[in-house]
């Protein structure tokens, strides 16, 4: 038994020379991507005063010839000469970290760049309808103000509203509001043909609706959508407290900190952000959040602490000191703490600047951060990026939130990453099936956080190098993301797109449901015209041949049979 329970011990890895131009990375990343990000982040944000400036009449106005621009593109395409259809947007700009070499396979380009305007804030129906390029520190140097803000505000200032819709987008605040696309109540589609329509849950259109999210923008383009706003206030009362004991007592520490016992799903004591980040195997620290006003946060006693000053302590270490000092309250404002892990990218920060933690640098150069992800894509070659593929984790597993100890101690023992990030989301029960869904049958079992309407999920962040890597050891990254894929489908679980994917279609279709999206696909002549959400995030380099011949052999034989549970 003893042998059994003995660590894994890997052969020593020898290095290549692709280690040493990583470890030393940084000084491209100090002379080259820290002044280019800074310029970049200072001309989108004048961008974005100027868009300010105009009325919501005027952007309006601009809006609609920019849609008419999209839709006369879209009609002078040859499907038989032109092939098929993707933004103009180059491949380095994404923030995932997947190759995009879907652009490979097409040709027929679409410019949607000046889709970038906060169209409307709507106070009455507490709606803010936004262009897709609309970033999360642009609406929020907007609502904040005003005391508003969208009901999942995504933590990393440069995600932008139509990534989160059509991908995956996630924050303390999706416990009680779900997944960024659950918080939209309607969306600007410009479809194949290029007629555009507006798709709610109600409407002629409600099938697409549903089928838009984790679509990857392969049903048509996203011109605009109206995203429900809340009343918030001032700042965030923040509550660290830290757990302690093996993965599974972090994991109910965890659970508990948020998630009412059966019966008490309205109690008042749940909070209005969670998060909770695993430092090793035997320590974390869950951290409950509260809106609170200037007159709260300002009282005799309280300590207010703003995160968000670049010669700030990164947050993830700040948050680590209550495993010293203890339990602990502060107010943070509360703009402020919606992007509290921008500056150091959660913790990848200290992989590509190892000393940018450091009290020196942050008084320095602190203001410098972050680097662009997408200009730290664009400075590196395909034999860089295979190396981070196979020495590095950057994923999301998606799991029903009884199953988080599980989890957890299926990534110590395969993958030995940490910190840890977790944060909790209802996965709600719909009219109708969607590429992600509840567990069939999980409002009779009612476990720990749900409700009758909603499953309580868990996203366990995996963002680092595995301690294994660190040691000098073989590690098999391709093998690890394949055995964490097999782990997610047999525990119905869900991995966001954005991440590099070692799934075939079969397997992939395993973890999605494809029978709404296919619908959709078909109903709506995307078929032939955008590519299929595999094959956008497929790794590796795609001909426009292989992808319209696997596509046309889908439509023979579809891979979206799902067994359904009796």
Same mark, same amino acid.
């Given at each position: 038994?003893?042998?059994?329970e ?13 280690d ?22 200072f ?167 549903y ?25 965030? +009362?923040?509550?660290y ?19 009412p ?12 952000? !969670? ?55 502060e ?22 600047l ?78 109708? +099936? ?22 309580m ?20 990254g !391709?093998d ?14 869900f ?17 999605f ?13 995307? !078929? ?22 696997a ?16």
């Open positions: 038994m003893a042998d059994l003995a660590p894994l011990v890997r052969p020593k890895r020898k290095k290549v020379w692709v040493y131009f990583v470890q030393f990375r940084w000084i491209l990343v100090i002379f080259v991507v820290l002044p280019i990000s800074f310029t970049l982040y001309l989108t944000y004048l961008g974005d005063v100027r868009s300010n400036w105009k009325s919501y009449k005027k952007r309006q106005e601009e809006h609609e010839e920019n849609v008419k621009k999209v839709v006369k593109r879209l009609q002078e395409r040859n499907p038989s000469k032109d092939g098929l259809v993707c933004t103009a947007r180059k491949p380095w700009i994404a923030v995932g970290m997947r190759n995009v070499d879907y652009k490979r396979a097409r040709h027929f380009e679409v410019d949607l760049s000046a889709f970038r305007n906060i169209l409307e804030i709507d106070q009455e129906r507490m709606i803010a309808k936004c262009e897709p390029l609309v970033n999360m520190g642009q609406i929020t140097r907007a609502t904040v103000p005003m005391n508003l803000a969208l009901a999942v505000v995504a933590e990393l200032d440069d995600l932008t509203v139509g990534g989160l819709i059509n991908g995956y987008g996630i924050e303390g605040s999706s416990h009680l509001y779900g997944l960024f696309s659950d918080t939209v109540v309607a969306y600007e589609i410009c479809l194949a043909d290029g007629k555009v329509v507006r798709a709610t849950k109600d409407n002629e259109y409600s099938d697409l609706f089928a838009i999210p984790w679509s990857q923008g392969t049903l048509g383009f996203l011109m605009s959508a109206e995203i429900k706003l809340i009343p918030i206030k001032e700042y965030m +009362k923040l509550t407290k830290p757990v302690r004991g093996n993965v599974r007592d972090l994991a109910k520490g965890y659970i508990d900190s948020f998630a016992g059966f019966g008490d799903e309205d109690n008042e004591m749940v909070p209005d952000f !969670v998060e909770t980040m695993i430092y090793n195997p035997h320590e974390g620290v869950c951290m409950t959040g509260v809106y609170a006003s200037k007159e709260e946060a300002k009282m005799k006693g309280n300590k207010i602490n703003s995160v968000g000053w670049w010669f700030k302590p990164w947050f993830y270490q700040h948050a680590q000191t209550a495993l010293k000092k203890g339990e602990f309250v107010y943070i404002p509360t703009r402020e703490y919606y992007h509290r892990h921008t500056r150091c990218l959660y913790w990848e920060g200290k992989l590509i190892p000393f940018a933690d450091q009290w020196w640098f942050r008084y320095s150069l602190g203001w410098l951060m972050p680097p662009k992800v997408s200009l730290l894509k664009a400075t590196q070659g395909e034999a860089i990026r295979n190396y981070y593929h196979e020495m590095h984790v950057i994923q999301d597993m998606l799991v029903p939130l009884y199953k988080v100890p599980d989890a957890l101690e299926w990534v110590d023992r395969e993958m030995e990453v940490y910190p840890l990030w977790l944060c909790p989301h209802r996965l709600y029960k719909l009219p109708c +099936k969607t590429m992600i869904y509840p567990e069939p049958g999980f409002e009779q079992e009612r476990r720990q956080g749900d409700t009758p309407y909603a499953q999920y868990t996203d366990i962040g995996v963002y680092y190098t595995p301690a294994s890597v660190f040691r000098g050891e073989v590690f098999d !391709v690890a993301v394949s055995r964490l894929e097999s782990w997610l489908i047999e525990n119905h679980g991995q966001p797109q954005y991440a590099v994917s070692e799934l075939d279609e079969k397997k992939f279709w395993r973890m449901d494809a029978g709404l999206y296919e619908q959709c696909r078909n109903k709506y002549g995307a !078929v032939g015209t955008f590519m299929s959400v595999y094959y956008k995030c497929k790794k590796g380099k795609k001909t426009e041949k292989e992808v319209q011949e596509e046309k052999a889908q439509l023979e034989t579809p891979y979206a049979e799902v067994e359904q549970a009796e």
